[in-house]
Nanobody
């Protein structure tokens, strides 16, 4: 099992930047597929970016070219560098760790961190 704690959220003006961190406790951080999700008021939670191991990465179309996901397995930490922020990026951002297993996957979530982008 893994426990996740996000940090780095806050209030920023449009065009600004923030860096989110997700610190994981527990063993074998490197085996987890990691991802950032977000949920805006009245909307469903959506995938922002995901990273498997250290090489396979995918982004939501809405953040491509602006956000960068990375992980440091030695520090058991994942990051999301967010640049050129827009008001529509305002949401609670959640860290996710997925253990891919048979017959089912296991998902773990952080408590979330608020990101607010003012226009």
């Amino acid at each position: 099992q893994v426990q996740l704690v996000e940090s780095g959220g806050g209030l920023v003006q449009a065009g600004g930047s923030l860096r989110l961190s997700c610190a994981a406790s527990g063993k074998s951080f490197s085996i987890y597929y990691m991802g950032w999700y977000r949920q805006a008021p009245g909307k469903q939670r959506e995938l922002v970016a995901a990273i498997t191991g250290s090489t396979m990465i995918n982004y939501a179309d809405s953040v491509k070219g602006r956000f960068t996901i990375s992980r440091d397995n030695d520090k058991s930490t994942m990051y999301l560098q967010m640049n050129s922020l827009k008001p529509e990026d305002t949401a609670v951002y959640y860290c996710n760790a997925r253990l891919v297993a048979t017959p089912r996957n296991y998902d773990y979530w952080g408590q979330g961190t608020q990101v607010t982008v003012s226009s």
